[in-house]
């Protein structure tokens, strides 16, 4: 059993209007530190695989077919054994 914990985000070349509203929201707060946010989707699943190899393609595949869309956003596969 294996366990895909997947970062989607915008790439950067699209703007992020949750991440523009995020970072004046944080500045009117008074937080002027920021100068950029990024907002973007968590994904967790479990995987039944003989391999980390295979679990990772598995998580790949569902990326690339659902989880993920590919024209605007990228994502980070990490895979780690349960």
């Not at 530190?33 to 968590?42: E, N, T």
């Not at 190899?53 to 590919?70: G, I, R």
């Amino acid at each position: 059993m294996y366990k895909a914990k997947i970062n989607i985000t915008l790439r950067k070349s699209i703007l992020d209007p949750k991440g523009k509203a995020a970072k004046n929201a944080l500045h009117n707060l008074g937080i002027n530190s920021i100068s950029d946010v990024r907002i973007g989707k968590f994904v967790e699943m479990d995987i039944n695989a003989d391999s980390d190899k295979q679990a990772y393609e598995l998580a790949d595949s569902a990326c690339a077919k659902l989880l993920a869309n590919e024209v605007m956003e990228d994502y980070q596969i990490n895979i780690e054994k349960n």
